[in-house]
């Protein structure tokens, strides 16, 4: 990160104003900051440790990541911290002590908890973590869903079902992809991108018909996730809040299985885990949602998940990332049987 950024935004008296937005100082001054290098690295953004030196002890963290995203990115996350996690008051999300806008960059900073010294990632990307480890996630993330459902969350930009709709770029997106492949890509996933792209539009409709709604993270993949230490008991933290929007909990379900993990997993995880996460929302006060229901919006998020890899290759990102993805949502399709939503 460069050193005169690190300046600006750790400068004492600066910092000490944001924070005290967000914790209660109780007139303590921050005297120094000092950044460190953390094993943290951002795909986004970076990432450094603060150490922060406060003239009394008053409550104020001495220990915090500092996140500074690149250019072009994470500017939604700084409102999700600033106006809908006070309200949350969720412990899935981590704690907030500032943020803003770094005025000669445009970069979005935030200044949060850190989670170092009590978590650990749940597994190294791409492989998928220990059914243990993923079933504490799926517990959290229904914390987290249970934590957003039946607010009026409004003006919080595109919901779900307007960003699906908001998709006429799919068909064009769709046919490159599939001439690029060439012979690589079997019938069969032609044969159903047809499918797909011919029901899209009634798909749409029918996932608005879908009760729940809450927030959602919307890349709630298993490496988003800070897991307690072996031993510990704290409470799972989910990272990296700049997709976050208002939908329904099997769309990040449906994200962190379908669409990331290959088949093999997938099949041995997938339905005890629906388990766990049904299992969490009731134990959190969730009414009139049986698990049956959950099973079949599953599914059809699932199904609407072809369009992810699709989303992915339109905006030129690598085919290390797409490429895996358009097999493994396409095998869960088959699973699942979610074409036959569309008859």
Not at 108 to 123: A, F, G, I, K, V
Not at 273 to 285: N, V
Request: hydrophobic share 45%.
């Amino acid at each position: 990160m460069d050193s005169l950024i690190l300046e600006r935004l750790l400068a004492p008296a600066r910092l000490t104003e944001h924070i005290a937005r967000h914790v209660q100082l109780q007139g303590a001054l921050l005297l120094s900051t000092t950044p460190r290098d953390i094993d943290a690295p951002g795909y986004l953004s970076d990432l450094r440790g603060v150490t922060l030196a406060w003239d009394r002890q008053a409550g104020a963290p001495t220990q915090a990541v500092l996140k500074v995203s690149h250019p072009g990115f994470g500017q939604p996350e700084l409102p999700f911290y600033e106006n809908i996690a006070a309200r949350l008051n969720c412990p899935v999300v981590p704690t907030f002590y500032g943020g803003g806008v770094d005025g000669p960059t445009g970069r979005t900073w935030l200044l949060m908890e850190d989670l170092s010294r009590s978590h650990q990632r749940p597994s190294a990307a791409p492989m998928p973590p220990t059914f243990a480890r993923s079933a504490g996630i799926v517990e959290a993330l229904a914390r987290f869903h249970a934590a957003g459902r039946d607010e009026a969350w409004p003006g919080l930009g595109p919901t779900l079902w307007e960003r699906l709709r908001a998709s006429e770029w799919l068909d064009a997106a769709c046919a490159r992809l599939l001439a690029q492949a060439g012979d690589a890509l079997n019938q069969g996933t032609r044969d159903a991108y047809a499918r797909f792209l011919n029901g899209f539009p009634a798909l749409v409709e029918r996932a608005d018909r879908l009760q729940g709604r809450t927030l959602i993270h919307g890349d709630a993949h298993v490496w988003n996730w800070m897991l307690p230490l072996d031993g510990r008991t704290d409470t799972p933290k989910l990272i990296d809040w700049d997709g976050w929007h208002v939908g329904v909990g099997v769309w990040d379900l449906a994200y962190m299985m379908a669409v990331q993990w290959d088949r093999d997993v997938r099949q041995r995880f997938e339905t005890p885990l629906l388990d766990r996460y049904h299992a969490a929302l009731c134990a959190c006060g969730v009414e009139g949602y049986s698990r049956g229901a959950l099973h079949e919006d599953y599914r059809l998020a699932v199904l609407l998940h072809m369009r992810t890899p699709i989303a992915r290759y339109a905006r030129n990102m690598s085919a290390y990332v797409w490429w895996p993805q358009l097999t493994r949502v396409q095998h869960a399709v088959e699973d699942l049987r979610c074409l036959d939503l569309l008859d």
